[in-house]
């Protein structure tokens, strides 16, 4: 089964890893439950830093979709 998936990765206008806001991880629950109060659903968060190449593979995947 596939899941509705969004993926939100920071970089600078150069493409470089943005450094953590301070509140960040207060940024992403903000938008959980943004969405979770809109659609009335669970929604699994993860929290942490990944190389670019998973945020491409991610979207290859969606991309395989369409």
């Known amino acids: 089964m ?3 998936t969004l993926m939100i ?3 600078t ?4 890893p ?3 806001p301070d509140d960040w ?3 992403v629950m903000q938008i959980a439950a943004m969405v979770n109060s809109k659609y009335k659903c ?3 968060v993860i929290y ?3 190389e670019k190449s998973h945020m491409t ?3 290859e995947a969606i991309g395989e979709d369409e």
């Open 18 to 20: 943005y450094d953590y």
């Open 57 to 59: 593979d991610l979207e």
């Open 2 to 4: 596939k899941h509705p």
């Open 9 to 11: 990765q920071l970089s």
């Open 13 to 16: 206008s150069d493409g470089l």
């Open 25 to 27: 991880l207060e940024t």
């Open 42 to 44: 669970g929604i699994d």
């Open 48 to 50: 942490g830093s990944a």
